[in-house]
């Protein structure tokens, strides 16, 4: 029987069976095809349902999909979940590289090392991973569980729609996961939350974000929008919720998953 999956690499397998498959990264869009083009630069991603995948940089310009190729976003829509993790993972290796061509610090071109992604600087010796910025995300909830728990939510000020999802902020560094879920709420809020629990994780490539998602509930102080991060939060029940993201975030699930609580049977 055949399974779906996805299993991230570094290098391909010399010996590799199968076949190969390329995901031709468009500013941050993406064409996946069979056939290669010629660009400045391929990355191994991993192996998709048996098939080597590559990462390929498409010069600006030249877009060999004329056209076809799909916003990450509107991907996961028309893709099974582990293809979008590995679009996922094409687009932010490629934008790495686009951005670590030379050294931080003293200028110098750099290198690709050979058995790990890395960029190095064949002058001061500097290597570069690929960024990853770990995230939180928590929905805070108050009231005893059943059917008049609360949730907060809240609009941020980047959202170009009305709508509402959980708090989310990026790690200090210093600074654990729970940590960060306690004074973030706090911040852009005003909340008090204590003892945050773990709920999963997500990778999230806009641009290069890890979210690590919390549940926390509720303990004391008014809503107090920071302005500078959110234009409106509330508390809202289970059966009155507004606006809320979609499936392809971590954010959705926290909310769905609340939601259901109680539901079954």
């Not at 190729?69 to 590289?97: K, M, N, T, Y």
Request: glycine share 10%; proline share 9%.
């Amino acid at each position: 029987m055949h399974i779906a999956a996805f299993h991230p690499l570094v290098s391909a397998p010399n010996d590799h069976p199968g076949g190969h498959r390329y995901v031709h990264v468009v500013g941050a869009a993406v064409w996946i095809d069979e056939r290669p083009v010629d660009a400045s630069g391929v990355h191994c991603i991993g192996i998709v349902d048996g098939d080597v995948w590559w990462a390929v940089d498409v010069p600006l310009g030249n877009d060999p999909s004329d056209g076809a190729a799909v916003d990450l976003r509107l991907f996961h829509g028309v893709a099974p979940e582990h293809h979008w993790l590995a679009a996922g993972r094409a687009v932010q290796i490629v934008e790495w590289a686009r951005t670590h061509r030379f050294c931080g610090r003293c200028g110098e071109a750099t290198e690709a090392t050979a058995g790990e992604r890395a960029m190095r600087c064949p002058a001061c010796g500097l290597l570069s991973f690929p960024r990853l910025s770990p995230a939180m995300i928590t929905l805070v909830t108050r009231g005893e569980s059943g059917p008049d728990q609360e949730a907060l939510l809240a609009r941020g000020v980047q959202f170009p729609r009305p709508m509402y999802s959980c708090l989310a902020g990026f790690v200090e560094p210093g600074e654990s996961l729970e940590a960060s879920v306690v004074r973030e709420v706090h911040e852009e809020v005003g909340v008090t939350v204590p003892n945050p629990g773990d709920f999963g994780s997500q990778p999230w490539p806009f641009p290069n974000s890890l979210m690590i998602g919390f549940r926390a509930d509720y303990v004391g102080g008014d809503i107090v929008c920071d302005p500078a991060e959110i234009v409106d939060a509330n508390w809202y029940r289970k059966d009155d919720l507004p606006m809320i993201p979609p499936g392809i975030s971590i954010a959705r699930k926290l909310i769905d998953a609340w939601v259901a609580e109680g539901s079954e049977g």
